[in-house]
């Protein structure tokens, strides 16, 4: 079967491209011919640009900030920016590329299937979400497979949702909140909840990809999270250090101010998909508030802590499944964290086994009706 994705596999985020590859890669493990459609909004072509890009006054003004404030950063953010378009280019099999919806209304698509998802395609309140990712410009079949409202369901826009929700063979989303935002909004009676596609592969094929020569040397403790972040991250994290000794290795580009008062973060900023799979595979603590770096931390049986994940729908949502709920740092709730605390694996994939099957069989019932 020829089936096509449509996802934000073109977002310069780590978890974004690697649920695109993983969902690839499943489906061709099962002997289908698969597709992204490499829709890149107006909006993605401006946000996921070089460091410095002079396209627009808002980018210009950030690469003049950059420039100035932070000059050593720029050549190891050019190769971070080269090594996210080189896995995008080399390990995505995408079409040719379109900047608007009545493009893809234009194009002819022969695929028998259309999936739309993971990840949050649906959130409207993610700056890159729209219309492309309900799949109306596609005559064909199609389903959803965890598709996500985000982080918090309650506050997206139902009514722009309910007029693109039409003509889906079958609905799938990946949180129980968005599950729920959807029969509440009386547009799906029921509907099933499935598991992120990065977790439908087994760790093995990450090890693959991530490469076995370790990008940082010696014990560390990685520290990510994806968005703008307030300072009691950065504490909890160089907290951490002084508890266990280790240093802590970020992916991301801060001014000097941002970290001056936190002697034992550091940064590793030439950092792909493939680099921050490989951050993860060998840290001996990893820290964050990222959803795929709770996923990642998972597969690879890592000593792992998630900052704030009680108010993030899907990662609390992932957590509760596998039995994780202790390794949540809360701020609201100055949680104490507790560097060492042991994790019963076993359980743990067990109940990944569980959720993975159900997965699965709901995937792949729906693709051969």
Not at 193 to 216: G, K, M, Q, R
Not at 233 to 259: C, H, Q, S, W
Request: glycine fraction near 6%; hydrophobic fraction near 35%.
């Amino acid at each position: 079967m020829k089936i096509g994705i449509i996802t934000f596999h073109s977002s310069f985020n780590y978890g974004s491209m690697l649920q695109a590859w993983a969902m690839q890669t499943y489906l061709e493990q099962q002997g289908h011919e698969v597709w992204i459609v490499n829709y890149r909004s107006l909006v993605q072509r401006l946000t996921y640009h070089k460091p410095l890009d002079f396209h627009n006054v808002e980018n210009g003004l950030s690469s003049c900030k950059r420039l100035l404030l932070y000059p050593s950063s720029i050549k190891p953010l050019y190769k971070k920016w080269h090594r996210f378009d080189d896995f995008l280019h080399k390990e995505l099999h995408l079409t040719q590329e379109f900047h608007t919806v009545e493009e893809m209304k234009r194009t002819y698509f022969d695929f028998d299937l259309l999936i739309c998802g993971s990840d949050q395609i649906w959130n409207t309140n993610a700056p890159d979400s729209g219309e492309a990712y309900y799949g109306n410009w596609f005559k064909g079949r199609k389903i959803s497979y965890a598709a996500s409202f985000g982080q918090y369901p309650e506050n997206v826009d139902m009514d722009f949702v309910k007029r693109q929700l039409i003509n889906f063979s079958a609905l799938s989303v990946r949180e129980e909140k968005s599950r729920k935002a959807l029969v509440n909004a009386h547009l799906a009676e029921d509907l099933t909840v499935v598991c992120d596609p990065t977790l439908l592969l087994p760790v093995e094929a990450y090890h693959t990809l991530a490469s076995n020569e370790p990008v940082v040397k010696g014990k560390y403790i990685f520290f990510y999270t994806p968005v703008g972040i307030p300072y009691e991250y950065f504490a909890i994290a160089n907290r951490l250090a002084e508890t266990t000794g280790m240093e802590v290795v970020t992916e991301k580009a801060y001014y000097p101010k941002d970290l001056r008062s936190y002697p034992h973060i550091h940064e590793y900023l030439p950092t792909g998909p493939r680099e921050f799979l490989n951050l993860v595979k060998n840290a001996a603590v990893v820290c964050g508030g990222s959803f795929h770096l709770q996923v990642f931390s998972i597969l690879f049986h890592k000593e792992f802590y998630c900052i704030n994940g009680d108010k993030d729908a899907r990662t609390n949502n992932l957590l509760r499944k596998c039995g994780l709920e202790d390794r949540i740092i809360s701020l609201d709730k100055k949680s104490e964290m507790s560097a060492g605390r042991s994790i019963c694996w076993d359980g743990v994939d067990e109940r990944l086994k569980t959720l993975r099957k159900s997965s699965e069989e709901w995937l792949l019932e729906e693709i051969k009706r």
